[in-house]
């Protein structure tokens, strides 16, 4: 079966809890491939731009501060059926409902501390994937 792309990024609570590692290997033991990994820092106007979809939200303020307050780590996976099999193992948004070994409740801290993202189809993977890395920083 082909293998598909999909987006994800360390939020800066799992940075700086150091659970950097340890979200990498359970990505890896999933079977997911790093194509592209970085460490960077987003300001409040990129992490605006990033969940613009979520512009009209409540939580969109917050979430901009909470997502520009420290270091993140973008990556690019690819694995097969790599957008779903990728949401599963992260559980869901809130922690309190994610299942049992997901790296949400494993390492979330609350529904918006929640340790990582996940893109939420293919298109979004490429545009998502697109806002941090180029075409040559795939591997
Ligand atoms: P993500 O996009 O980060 O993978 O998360 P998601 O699909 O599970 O959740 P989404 O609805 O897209 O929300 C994006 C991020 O916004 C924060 N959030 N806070 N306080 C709140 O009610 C609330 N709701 C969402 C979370 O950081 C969530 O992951
Ligand atoms: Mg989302």
């Known amino acids: ?14 940075v700086e809890g150091g659970h950097t590692g340890a979200i990498i290997k359970l990505i890896e033991e999933a079977g997911f491939r790093i194509v592209a990994i970085k460490k960077t820092q987003l300001t409040p106007e990129r992490a605006g731009q990033f969940y613009a979809v979520h512009r009209e939200r ?7 501060t ?7 780590v ?3 996976l690819e694995k097969e059926n790599a957008v779903a ?18 790296i949400r409740k494993l390492y979330a801290k609350s529904m918006q501390e929640n340790a990582v993202h996940g893109s939420d189809s293919d298109e979004n993977a490429e545009i998502e ?6 075409t040559t920083d795939r591997y």
């Open 1 to 14: 079966m082909a293998t598909n792309l999909t987006f994800t990024m360390i939020k800066p609570d799992a």
């Open 58 to 64: 409540p939580f969109y303020n917050d979430l901009r």
């Open 66 to 72: 909470y997502m520009s307050s420290g270091a993140i």
């Open 74 to 76: 973008p990556m690019i």
């Open 85 to 102: 099999d990728f949401r599963k193992l992260i559980g869901a948004t809130n922690p309190a409902q994610a299942e049992e070994g997901t």
């Open 129 to 134: 994937a697109s806002f941090f890395f180029a």
